[in-house]
């Protein structure tokens, strides 16, 4: 039979003859080698591949990323930032309640306090505007420069944010000024105005630890790397801030995509013309601020604090080389055997940071500077994580001596043995609004004030 023919065949038998030949019915059958059974027909459709933002208890969708196509291509949606503005709705003739402002004034400067007089007094024929003072500051203008207007001037008394402070457990702040007795519960303004230094601006960030209304920041102290505008801009600014006044100048399309520098000749040939925002939309950078949180070797919150430059952890009256070790998301990432570390916000890159050797970094940017205060070593370099991160830094038990912590510069307290600091980024940002837009400001300011890659052109050939 043909089955007994396959059997027998092989296809090394050196002795099959081609004669013998059987009948032309008779053939070999080679059946195919079956392997696993029959092949499965191919998908139709692939799995899908879904992204998410995971840290180490919870997930959820992504905010950025997407995943477009068949082929489960992942793409971003779009820039982690961008330039953030507002608009007022509605009309401020047809509201009944005022628009707020809320006036901060450099202490110790008579020539600051004669401008505040000469604003307020011209803010007071504003219709629909009310002015906030602190009870020291009206009592001042009232005294020196006579201006009383009862039915517009309110005072003012900050309200301490629950959960934060420096008094240890309790929640009202005393630590920071504020006393327990203080039991207004004044609603936040609609717009501060610091006239000041950029220190009048940290000033007014400690003030409002948990949500903060924009800051327009007018120039009157030294350096003035975040105070964009100047004295005699100050009225119609705050006008403008507040939806009160039309901006002049005419309303530009924007375009998120377009790609073009915000710093030109053109801009800096008109920086002297005044111009507020885009049509009715007011520009302002969101500042991000760092939570902080003092605890104790016990586990207990001893003090927390909104900061928007840089916390920083360092030797204090000690002759000894601060002793701390630091973790990101509960990972291991250094000794820090030096003078001191410094955790800044961008805000912050262009300050203590950036002179410990920091890098500059611009005030969108998501992230948290880690610098070293005269490390040790030679290898220890600034560094910049996410804003997702969770930082922490503790003082050994084994160190030769307690460390010390500053907040912004304030309300520095002892670190001792087995304490710590728990550092991330806050829910709370600081607004502030741009003269021209987040970019053209911060440029600007870098080239004014700090002279920026600035060096003698070189001729032409």
């Given at each position: 039979m043909a089955g007994?023919?396959?059997?027998?065949?092989?296809?090394?038998?050196?002795?099959?003859?081609?004669?013998?030949?059987?009948?032309?019915?008779?053939?070999?059958?080679?059946?195919?080698?079956?392997?696993?059974?029959?092949?499965?027909?191919?998908?139709?459709?692939?799995?899908?591949?879904?992204?998410?933002?995971?840290?180490?208890?919870t997930c959820e969708d992504s905010i950025r990323e997407r995943v477009v196509g068949e082929g489960n291509n992942?793409?971003?949606?779009?820039?982690?930032?961008?330039?953030?503005?507002?608009?007022?709705?509605?009309?401020?003739?047809?509201?009944?309640?005022?628009?707020?402002?809320?006036?901060?004034?450099?202490r110790g400067d008579s020539s600051l306090l004669k401008v505040a007089a000469d604003v307020v007094t011209e803010l007071t024929q504003t219709d629909g505007l009310a002015i906030l003072l602190a009870p020291d500051l009206c009592a001042k203008l009232k005294h020196y420069y006579g201006v009383d207007h009862d039915e517009k001037i309110h005072l003012f008394e900050p309200t301490p944010a629950p959960g934060f402070g420096g008094n240890h457990v309790e929640l009202d702040d005393e630590f920071m000024g504020i006393k327990s007795d203080v039991t207004a519960l004044n609603p936040n303004p609609d717009l501060v105005c610091t006239l000041g230094g950029d220190g009048l601006l940290m000033h007014a960030s400690m003030m409002f630890q948990g949500n903060c209304p924009p800051i327009l920041c007018v120039a009157g102290g030294s350096l003035g790397f975040l105070t964009?505008?100047?004295?005699?801009?100050?009225?119609?600014?705050?006008?403008i801030s507040l939806g009160?006044?039309?901006?002049?100048?005419?309303?530009?399309?924007?375009?998120?995509?377009?790609?073009?520098?915000?710093?030109?000749?053109?801009?800096?040939?008109?920086?002297?013309?005044?111009?507020?925002?885009?049509?009715?939309?007011?520009?302002?950078?969101?500042r991000m601020r760092l939570?902080?949180?003092?605890?104790?070797?016990?586990?207990?919150?001893?003090?927390?604090?909104?900061?928007?430059?840089?916390?920083?952890?360092?030797?204090?009256?000690?002759?000894?080389?601060?002793?701390?070790?630091?973790?990101?998301?509960?990972?291991?990432?250094?000794?820090?055997q030096a003078d001191g570390i410094i955790f800044a916000t961008p805000t912050g890159s262009t300050a203590y940071s950036m002179a410990a050797g920091g890098s500059v970094v611009h005030p969108a940017v998501p992230g948290i500077l880690i610098t070293p205060v005269c490390p040790h070593v030679l290898?220890?370099?600034?560094?910049?994580?996410?804003?997702?991160?969770?930082?922490?830094?503790?003082?050994?038990?084994?160190?030769?001596?307690?460390?010390?912590?500053?907040?912004?510069?304030?309300?520095?307290?002892?670190?001792?043995?087995?304490?710590?600091?728990?550092?991330?980024?806050?829910?709370?940002?600081?607004?502030?609004?741009?003269?021209?837009?987040?970019?053209?400001?911060?440029?600007?300011?870098?080239?004014?004030?700090?002279?920026?890659n600035a060096r003698a052109r070189q001729k032409p050939n």
């Open positions: 007994e023919k396959a059997d027998s065949f092989s296809p090394l038998d050196d002795d099959c003859d081609d004669n013998d030949t059987e009948d032309e019915t008779d053939f070999f059958i080679v059946e195919p080698l079956k392997v696993g059974g029959p092949l499965a027909p191919l998908a139709s459709k692939k799995r899908r591949m879904n992204l998410m933002w995971c840290d180490q208890d992942m793409e971003f949606d779009g820039p982690a930032t961008g330039q953030v503005c507002y608009a007022w709705d509605g009309d401020s003739k047809t509201t009944t309640k005022p628009q707020t402002v809320l006036l901060l004034v450099k964009r505008f100047s004295r005699d801009e100050m009225a119609e600014a705050i006008r009160l006044q039309k901006n002049l100048e005419p309303e530009k399309e924007m375009n998120p995509t377009e790609i073009r520098p915000s710093y030109t000749e053109q801009f800096e040939n008109s920086i002297s013309k005044f111009s507020l925002g885009i049509g009715n939309r007011i520009c302002i950078s969101m939570d902080v949180r003092v605890i104790n070797r016990e586990g207990v919150v001893r003090a927390r604090f909104n900061v928007l430059n840089e916390v920083v952890i360092d030797r204090g009256a000690s002759p000894y080389l601060a002793n701390l070790e630091c973790f990101v998301d509960d990972i291991h990432m250094t000794t820090v290898s220890f370099r600034s560094m910049v994580f996410p804003d997702s991160v969770v930082l922490r830094c503790y003082v050994p038990t084994d160190a030769r001596a307690d460390a010390s912590v500053a907040f912004d510069g304030r309300y520095r307290r002892t670190l001792h043995r087995g304490d710590s600091i728990h550092i991330q980024m806050s829910n709370y940002p600081v607004p502030t609004v741009n003269r021209v837009d987040h970019s053209a400001d911060w440029l600007h300011s870098l080239k004014e004030n700090f002279n920026f």
